[in-house]
């Protein structure tokens, strides 16, 4: 990996950026269900919610029910979360969710699997892995590729690979027929954008603040602004995350954006439903996904 260890993001010359950005890019045939979906909620005139959680938090069985539960619950697309043990993007709720799910054993093999399992129920929702490059490095990127695209998974979110490093993971990806999604930031300027979005495919997901998930929000005005910005740069949907709790905020985000993106206020009622032992209540997994309802009544009522 450029000489660095995985889980990087390595300096890149300035002539390899510039070649990852222009090169021809092969895109092998997508699952279409991201696509689909994002083409649903804009003839349905509202924004899109999109669920994060990480697998097997807070063990197997539970995470399993989870899951399965969401797209009745109101998610419009799934985000999958795959633990890892220096995840520096992540605020305090994710990282202990990432513990929680690493001392029950979960591995990128079972994460696979659970989204197998998921596919022989529903076909249709949309799902993604998040997270970093170095359990895939390990894993081996071609078997990863391969076997996410069997499974149906039809995305990726890698947070520590920037485009300089589109030769690791994203162009192997595009080709398998798996959609790249990168992040933008608040940070993300006139000169930035275009690298950013070269090879981004599915919809762009920006990340509303500078700094770790799931420790303050922004303001929705400036969000909007921000999206107004990155839609002079793609027509791809663009999603919003960071720092959103409430079904209210959600309904907000919304207004301006074509889909609400919440992790961390659903990891916390994850952990709010477990014993002093880690242990999970009897009604955990109706909790969380109650939640996931009111979420989505919030962007369904978020009429733009």
């Known amino acids: 990996m450029s000489g660095a260890a995985p889980g990087a993001a390595p300096e890149a010359a ?3 950026a510039s070649e990852s950005a222009t090169a021809e890019v092969r895109r ?29 938090d807070p063990d197997h069985e539970t995470w399993a029910g989870i899951l399965d539960g969401l797209p009745a619950a109101g998610a419009d697309l799934i985000e999958i979360g ?5 995840p520096m993007a992540d605020g305090p709720a994710i990282q202990e969710a990432g513990q929680r799910a690493l001392r029950h054993g979960i591995k990128l093999r079972e994460i696979l699997a659970s989204v197998a399992a998921f596919r022989t129920k529903d076909s249709a929702t949309p799902v993604v892995l998040m997270g970093y490059y170095n359990p895939i490095y390990s894993f081996g990127v071609e078997t990863f590729l391969a076997e996410a695209k069997r499974v149906g998974v039809d995305g990726l979110i890698i947070v520590d690979l920037p485009p300089e490093e589109d030769e690791e993971l994203c162009l192997p990806a595009l080709a398998a027929g798996l959609n790249f999604i990168r992040l933008a930031t608040p940070t993300t300027d006139q000169e930035r954008a275009p690298k950013v979005l070269a090879n981004t495919s599915g919809f762009l997901y920006y990340v509303s603040i500078t700094g770790i998930t799931g420790t303050r929000s922004a303001a929705v005005d400036e ?6 910005f990155l839609r002079g740069h793609t027509d791809l949907p663009i999603a919003v995350g960071f720092g959103i709790k409430t079904p209210e905020q959600a309904a907000e985000i919304a207004t301006v954006a074509d889909a609400a993106v919440v992790g961390s206020a659903l990891v916390d009622r994850v952990k709010a439903n477990l014993d002093s032992d880690g242990r999970p209540a009897a009604g955990l997994v109706d ?15 978020a009429r733009r």
């Open 223 to 228: 969000v909007g602004k921000r999206v107004d």
């Open 28 to 56: 092998g045939p997508d699952s279409g269900r991201i696509t689909a979906r994002f083409q649903a909620l804009g003839e349905a005139g509202r924004g899109g919610l999109i669920t994060f959680l990480t697998a097997g």
């Open 14 to 16: 300035p002539e390899a």
């Open 287 to 301: 909790d969380v996904l109650g939640f996931v309802g009111e979420l989505a009544e919030g962007v369904r009522s």
């Open 82 to 86: 795959m633990p890892f043990t220096d």
